[in-house]
């Protein structure tokens, strides 16, 4: 067990003080955000969730869920990332527009509710990853403790499940734009084609999928052990994806691989 990651984990967390956590319901964030009551006491960490229309509304009632059973101070606040300039145009820093415009909206909340940093999910996996969000947060002063204490994805999951929190196999989670092609304007119908297919492909029993948008077309990524079950439903499949908007259905042989949008950028 990575036990001397969580001690500085939690070290670096009480010079923090008070902390307002970007909070998205994910293993990341909520494995944070139970480090952080622990260290500093319910009156002294608020959570922050933000909805807007990348965040589906079923991952918005799981963070709801989560902070309840943290029993933590939890605020829900509204964003619109389509409404940001440049961020609909999906140029390779997208992330960046949006992680600026969350900062933004959660700054005045620090500054007017009394806590000293604002912290977010930021893991040692995300060093090695394109993450241009990265950029708007070390501008606005915000810290990835997790990331500094030098925690990857495999030993977060591990310290949760001993924690029995109930995110410990959570599937990956990333916002609705990462399955639009870069270069390809980002609307409010193909976001809610995404998570209509993707909604429907989980009620398969596949929980962890991604449907890659490509123009008309859905490139679906699940685990390579999910593959027999699309084939099995593939008339199905095609047929609802179908009237969500999709031309083309097919299935990538690679299997979900996280941030597999981002092969173009090398």
């Known amino acids: 067990m990575p036990y001397q990651k969580l ?42 969730t933000a909805d807007s229309e990348t965040y589906p509304t079923k991952e918005l009632e799981e963070a709801k ?52 940093n604002i912290i977010f999910g930021l893991i040692a996996d995300d060093l090695n990853e394109h993450r241009p969000g990265t950029r708007a947060a070390k501008e606005m002063g915000v810290r990835g403790p997790l ?8 030993e977060i999951r591990e310290l949760s499940r001993e924690f029995q929190l109930s995110t410990w196999n959570k599937p990956s989670y990333a916002c609705l734009s990462s399955r639009v092609a870069y270069g390809e304007r980002i609307t409010i119908e193909k976001l809610n084609r995404i998570d209509q297919s ?24 699940v685990e390579p052990k999910d593959m027999e079950k699309l084939l099995e439903h593939h008339r199905q499949i095609y047929v609802q994806l179908h009237a969500y908007g999709y031309q083309y259905v097919t299935m990538d042989l690679l299997g979900y691989l996280s941030g597999s949008m981002n092969k173009v950028l090398k």
């Open 147 to 154: 990331q500094e204490a030098g925690l990857y994805k495999e």
């Open 198 to 221: 993707e909604n429907y492909l989980k009620s398969l029993g596949i929980s962890q999928v991604r449907v890659r948008t490509h123009g008309d077309m859905a490139r679906i990524e």
């Open 65 to 116: 869920s989560l902070a309840q059973e943290l029993d933590a101070q939890h605020e829900v606040i509204e964003t619109s990332e389509l409404n940001i300039p440049g961020y609909a145009e999906n140029t390779a820093n997208r992330c960046y527009f949006c992680k600026k415009s969350l900062f933004e909206h959660l700054l005045p909340i620090m500054e007017g509710q009394g806590y000293k």
């Open 7 to 48: 001690e500085k984990l939690k070290m670096l967390l009480k010079d923090m003080d008070r902390v307002v956590v970007a909070f998205s319901g994910g293993v990341d964030s909520t494995f944070l955000l139970k480090i952080a009551i622990d260290c500093l006491g319910r009156e002294n960490v608020l959570a922050v």
